[in-house]
């Protein structure tokens, strides 16, 4: 067995495995690394809505055929209004878009070794050469990649992530058929994605319906344990009690019955990233927080990362004698900050004001959404404070005198 690559990426969800197709197609050596066995790959547990978009399919090659529905709309629900935006949008069948990523990456030569964890990172003269992984077994590279996810056991020995316990959001999520995608006092949800805002069912996050195919949804939540979370939870419910009590309640789901075998929950970080990269090593996907803060989207964000990871190690690899010091690989943080998630701050400043809100300030801001216009609402997506601001309102003020008390306390 080669114990040594060009590149050794550790994870092979979406924005490792990206990573590593884009580096075979320029003809380097690359070594995946995966927990999971073969025959369990990609386990039920990994959770991920699917939820992206047309354009992340066509800048990555991805088939039509991994996708579950191509949605026309995104909706936006408070306890007592909806918001429609027009907007395509795709659905993925997450479990068949991992594997078409191994499978694509195998044919353009990367090598997976599944049932292979990494445990820690091989350093020599205090600089990263390699892993160790399934607890004594080495392989090493010029490069070294860490897409495992929140776990990020290279990141957190290299001190280079920093992911706080109290940014961490869970989730969980169901498949279901026979849900009423069109029922009366809601937004029609054929052919869309809807994201739902409602401290009664997410408290400190949200929940969302994804039309996957004629009567059939993904349904779930996710929150993080904040402010909001500790304001309005009930002691004694987890996060499946809560997915429980929505679908009790909620009369979308009368008729609907879980698909067996169709179930996903896991985690991700919300917070602003830390270091991203050091000597001859980065941190991709969810190993540093890429998940947009806004939407929740991750998949596209991730695949970016994994590209952007690949375009450093061209970089640094091409010369005679490859250059990986800290500041060779820096070029990655700065097409991170610049092509991956542009104004994460500003970004991440609306959610955490969207968390803390009151559920009668969702209702409001649904109404303050539908007098913008459609340039108004992408560049608030895109984190420009001008049109966020057009979105504050008087009582807000309170609003953001717990956000600053709250990164003034950080």
């Known amino acids: 067995m080669n114990d040594h690559f060009d590149v050794v990426v550790a994870g092979a969800g979406p924005a490792g495995a990206q990573c590593a197709r884009d580096l075979a197609a320029r003809d380097y ?3 995946v690394l995966e927990t999971e066995p073969e025959a369990e790959f990609p386990r039920q547990s990994n959770k991920s809505t699917g939820g992206t978009f047309p354009s992340m399919l066509s800048a990555f090659g991805i088939p039509d055929d991994v996708v579950m529905n191509f949605t026309e709309d995104i909706v936006i629900e408070s306890p007592n209004e909806h918001f429609v935006k027009e907007q395509a949008g795709a659905v993925l069948d997450f479990g068949a878009f991992k594997e078409y990523l191994v499978e694509d990456g195998r044919e353009k030569g990367v090598e997976f070794r599944f049932d292979a964890r990494a445990t820690k990172p091989i350093t020599e003269g205090g600089e990263v050469s390699g892993v160790r992984y399934n607890g004594s077994k080495d392989v090493y590279g010029e490069v070294v990649i860490d897409a495992t996810g929140p776990a990020a056991p290279l990141a957190k020995a290299l001190g280079v992530t920093q992911l706080g316990r109290e940014k961490q959001a869970i989730g969980i999520e169901y498949e279901f058929d026979g849900v009423d995608l069109d029922a009366a006092g809601y937004a029609d949800l054929t052919d869309a994605m809807m994201l739902r805002l409602d401290h009664t ?12 195919a004629e009567n059939t949804a993904k349904v779930g939540l996710c929150y993080i344990q904040n402010e909001s979370y500790r304001q309005y939870a009930e002691s004694d419910r987890t996060v499946d009690g809560y997915l429980q009590h ?6 979308r789901f009368a008729a609907a ?3 067996e075998g169709r179930q996903h929950r896991g985690s991700a970080h919300i917070q602003l990233p830390g270091d991203l990269s050091t000597d001859s090593f980065m941190a991709i996907g ?9 939407w929740g989207e991750g998949i596209h964000k991730g695949m970016r990362s994994g590209r952007a990871a690949a375009i450093t190690v061209d970089q640094c690899l091409i010369p005679d004698e490859p250059a990986t010091s800290a500041e060779d690989m820096a070029l990655y943080d700065k097409l991170w900050h610049t092509e991956v998630a542009p104004d994460m701050s500003s970004r991440l400043m609306m959610t955490e004001l969207l968390y803390l809100a009151p559920n009668d300030r969702y209702d409001s801001l649904l109404a303050d959404l539908e007098r913008l216009d459609a340039d108004s609402l992408s560049e608030v997506n895109s984190g420009n404070k001008l049109a966020i601001a057009k979105l504050l309102e008087f009582d807000d003020l309170s609003l953001l ?3 600053a008390k709250r990164r003034l306390g950080n």
């Open 401 to 403: 005198a717990q956000y």
């Open 286 to 294: 969810d190993t540093v927080p890429t998940i947009d803060p806004l």
């Open 29 to 31: 050596d690359v070594v």
């Open 201 to 212: 069912y997410a408290p400190g996050g949200y929940s969302w319906i994804f039309h996957t």
């Open 246 to 251: 929505w679908l009790d309640t909620d009369p």
């Open 257 to 259: 019955e879980r698909i």
